[in-house]
């Protein structure tokens, strides 16, 4: 069994910074790429930004230059650090990783609760 499990959400105005954690833990072999989505209200769920096992990371054009993902190898945990936040990235943000669980035959994609996050004045 692996679970992802996010926190860090919650309510900021325009301009503040918010930082996600999403930690995996469970029956895990291994972690190939790690990364954040989200979905706004009547939109389809994008990619936010990626992290790959050896830290090469990708960025939407929308947040490059106010978001950073970055990792804790040794904590199976990627984190999405958002500054300069606009109303825009208002959405549910969901964590998403690559794993090989002991007892898989391969790479499987799991996705995390997801985790909400509002920018408002």
């Known amino acids: 069994q692996v679970q992802l499990v996010e926190s860090g959400g919650g309510l900021v105005q325009p301009g503040g910074s918010l930082r996600l954690s999403c930690a995996a833990s469970?029956?895990?072999?291994?972690?190939?790429?790690m990364g954040w989505y989200r979905q706004a209200p009547g939109k389809e769920r994008e990619l936010v930004a990626s992290?790959?096992?050896?830290?090469?990371?990708n960025y939407a054009d929308s947040v490059k230059g106010r978001f950073t993902i970055f990792r804790d190898y040794a904590k199976n945990t990627v984190y999405l650090h958002m500054s300069s936040l606009k109303p825009e990235d208002t959405a549910v943000y969901y964590c998403?990783?690559?794993?090989?669980?002991?007892?898989?035959?391969?790479?499987?994609?799991?996705w995390g609760q997801g985790t909400q996050v509002t920018v408002s004045s």
């Open positions: 469970g029956s895990i072999f291994s972690i190939n790429a």
């Open positions: 998403n990783s690559d794993i090989l669980a002991y007892g898989s035959s391969g790479y499987e994609g799991y």
């Open positions: 992290i790959t096992s050896g830290g090469s990371t």
